[in-house]
């Protein structure tokens, strides 16, 4: 199965129809203007469409009406023989195309399965969760986490899209117990609740499991209010692993360590403590950290049944390194503490080479955001023909003011003395 989503350009979907051959489309109302655009002309593996609930009218023959074919009296009755093929294709979730084109994760049914059991033994859905569709379906986290519901048996609540104003009247309408959330949809729940004025908070949910990026400690407390009895679990992960690699808990109302202090998280003995935890790995991951001999940072490798077979029409050769002996690279860069977190530091891709440092702009970002004067805060790299590369803080500031300038060059060199400064200490600032 190939998952497209409706908010892709044609042209994106076209891309990802190319690459996979598809024989069967199958679009609802949110998506049929592209029935006119995808025939065999455009995308010729196509041979059926399947309209859900579209009332586009048909002009092919290879066109099927998915209301109108229930209406049908059913016919013999077939006797099938289904054969277990756990290392086969199940699902095929095109990633973001960060590198380039998109590319098309392929992941096994045992993969799915690994996954989901994951997901019931770390957030503990079980058969009593009304769990509320926050992500589409057609993104990994979203099917990740509906089949591990699936799997427990749970309820299930959808709605045609995320607007946090939708999401937070099912949840009052439905007593919600399990969403996921990435940290704009969190965000969002906080905002619009907040606008309207709502006294009462959502107190029959118990679970949250968040994604997409990592809570800020304010969101963190603004949701602890909203969701009061809710555990607050977060995860790292990718389309290539099926899904969560590490989980941590933010927030466990039941725990007073995590009830008091929020993102409580043990402090390593590292010499050098960089970057955002984001928690230990699930039981089926094996995670590893490819770095020099001189740095406990470096390249975050993992392996395990959860992990993709490979990218659509590519070879597995080109992804598993040899060098890694069948390590899967994902990109990230990060070390791992001596308690067995995570730490992750910054996308490889995104390293910033100057003076000959090794600089990771979410590591100087994270620093800088923690200034009180500081509103947002983007860090670059740009060519430099002394260091190779010039780190530059683009900064919006709550304030502007030379002294505030000053405050902040100072700021940067105290707290980040572990990379020598550059010859630029300029900011760029901007009144929020």
């Given at each position: 199965m190939l998952t497209?989503?409706?908010?892709?350009?044609?042209?994106?979907?076209?891309?990802?129809?190319?690459v996979a051959r598809p024989v069967l489309l199958v679009?609802?109302?949110?998506?049929?203007?592209?029935?006119?655009?995808f025939g065999i002309d455009c995308v010729p593996s196509l041979r059926w469409h399947v309209l859900m609930d579209s009332p586009v009218k048909a002009n092919d023959t290879g066109t099927i009406f998915a209301t109108e074919l229930l209406k049908k009296p059913t016919g013999r009755s077939v006797t099938l023989d289904y054969l277990w093929a756990p290392e086969r294709a199940a699902i095929i979730c095109f990633t973001?195309?960060?590198t380039g084109r998109p590319k098309g994760a392929t992941i096994s049914h045992s993969a799915v399965v690994v996954?989901?059991?994951?997901?019931?033994?770390?957030?503990?859905?079980?058969?009593?969760?009304?769990?509320?569709?926050?992500?589409?379906?057609c993104h990994i986290g979203g099917i990740s986490s509906a089949m591990a519901m699936l799997m427990a048996g749970?309820?299930?609540?959808?709605?045609?899209?995320?607007?946090?104003?939708?999401?937070?009247?099912?949840?009052?309408?439905?007593?919600?117990?399990?969403?996921?959330t990435v940290p704009t949809m969190m965000a969002d729940i906080i905002c619009v609740n907040r606008i309207n004025q709502r006294s009462e908070n959502f107190e029959s949910v118990k679970k949250i499991l968040n994604g997409g990026g990592g809570l800020s400690v304010e969101l963190i407390k603004e949701a602890t209010k909203i969701f009061p009895r809710a555990i607050l679990h977060s995860a790292y992960g990718m389309?290539?692993?099926?899904?969560?690699?590490?989980?941590?808990?933010?927030?466990?109302?039941?725990?007073?360590?995590?009830?008091?202090?929020?993102?409580?998280?043990?402090i390593s003995n590292l010499s050098r403590q960089g970057g955002i935890c984001v928690g230990k790995p699930a039981p089926h991951v094996d995670l590893r950290v490819s770095a020099e001999e001189s740095s406990n940072c470096g390249r975050i490798l993992m392996r395990g049944p959860h992990a993709m077979l490979h990218y659509w029409g590519q070879s597995p050769s080109k992804h598993w390194n040899p060098v890694h002996e069948g390590w899967l690279d994902t990109g990230d860069i990060g070390q791992i503490d001596d308690h067995g977190n995570l730490w992750l530091v910054g996308r490889a891709k995104d390293r910033i080479k100057s003076g000959g440092e090794n600089i990771y702009p979410e590591e100087v970002e994270g620093v800088l955001s923690q200034h009180p004067g500081i509103s947002r805060i983007v860090v670059v790299g740009v060519?430099?023909?002394r260091l190779t590369e010039m780190v530059i803080g683009c900064v919006q500031l709550k304030t502007v003011g030379d002294g505030l300038i000053l405050v902040l060059i100072t700021y940067q060199k105290t707290t980040s003395s572990v990379y020598?400064?550059?010859s630029s200490g300029t900011f760029v600032g901007k009144r929020t």
């Open positions: 497209c989503i409706p908010m892709q350009s044609l042209e994106e979907a076209k891309s990802a129809m190319e679009t609802d109302s949110s998506s049929g203007y592209w029935h006119s655009r973001s195309g960060t996954q989901s059991l994951a997901k019931i033994a770390i957030v503990r859905y079980d058969e009593d969760d009304v769990y509320l569709h926050t992500a589409p379906l749970g309820c299930h609540v959808i709605i045609p899209k995320f607007e946090a104003n939708l999401a937070s009247e099912a949840i009052r309408e439905h007593l919600v117990t399990s969403l996921i389309t290539e692993a099926c899904s969560s690699l590490t989980f941590m808990t933010l927030y466990n109302p039941t725990q007073e360590n995590l009830c008091k202090h929020p993102f409580d998280v043990k060519p430099d023909s020598p400064p550059t």
